[in-house]
């Protein structure tokens, strides 16, 4: 699709860039507009951070491709893709339910439900980040 | 790709909490068994092709509906549209990995 054409893998890369720009802010913003950070925010701060850095990386390697003339995602990056999205859902299934229940178990009340969708996006976002440079350098 | 689709099933388990809390809510979870039928299916490289692709599809659902949902309840801060927001996130992602494998399955792209 996008990835097929020289505009599209341009594309690609500024939309990359431009999300990466707009999360980054959005954070920026956050921190400086609430002095009262809470420790849920002191801990998911640097898993975003993780999951900005590890985008660019992959938005670079896309771009030092199309620089060099080369696809920006061959047939065994996109397989990559596939099992990494196939884990991020496995993920984002368990930790929809789990967060809920393992809070309920260990401290006997409902996790708040933006606590609960906050782990679904980390959770998943880290499980696919992780699951696609393993399969990306592993090559199978 | 290894089969790990069917360890979904086991969230059926937690249906069981219905005779502990008294909570119907949580009979549903008994339609997450139906997950454990796809221990028995056998797979060849393009239906793991598709199984891949849809997933990935619905992935990609769970961070956009995500991200929406935490993004319009803070700008509005109706702090009730959460369970919403939590539904259409699950129901979403299943109902999207299923339409997308047929997709796939059925035009063959």
Not at chain 1, 46 to 66: A, F, G, H, R
Not at chain 1, 95 to 124: E, H, K, P, T, Y
Not at chain 2, 10 to 34: C, E, N, P, R
């Amino acid at each position: 699709m996008l990835n097929d054409t020289k505009k599209g893998q341009k594309l690609v890369i500024i939309m990359g860039i431009g999300i990466t720009t707009l999360v980054v802010f959005t954070l920026g913003f956050y921190m400086l507009a609430d002095p009262s950070i809470e420790l849920f925010d002191i801990i998911t701060i640097p898993i975003i951070l993780i999951i900005v850095l590890s985008s660019s990386y992959l938005v670079y390697d896309k771009y030092k491709n199309m620089k060099a003339g080369l696809p920006t995602q061959d047939e065994r990056l996109k397989i990559a893709s596939y099992k990494a999205g196939y884990y991020g859902f496995i993920a984002a299934i368990w930790s929809a339910i789990g967060s809920n229940m393992a809070s309920i178990f260990l401290f006997d009340q409902d996790l708040r439900g933006g606590l609960v969708v906050a782990a679904v996006v980390l959770i998943s976002g880290i499980t696919f980040i992780l699951s696609y440079f393993y399969f990306s350098k592993k090559g199978e | 790709m290894k089969n790990i689709l069917w360890y979904l099933g086991f969230i059926s388990i937690l249906s069981i909490l219905y005779f502990i809390k008294g909570d119907s809510g949580y009979l549903l979870f008994l339609s997450f068994a139906l997950f454990f039928f796809t221990y028995w299916t056998k797979a060849d490289e393009r239906i793991n092709q598709n199984i891949g692709r849809a997933t990935r599809n619905a992935f990609l659902y769970t961070m956009f509906s995500s991200v929406l949902s935490i993004l319009y309840i803070n700008l509005t801060e109706n702090i009730d549209f959460y369970q919403w927001g939590f539904a259409l996130v699950i129901t979403g992602t299943l109902a999207i990995c299923i339409l997308s494998f047929l997709y796939y399955d059925n035009t063959g792209n």
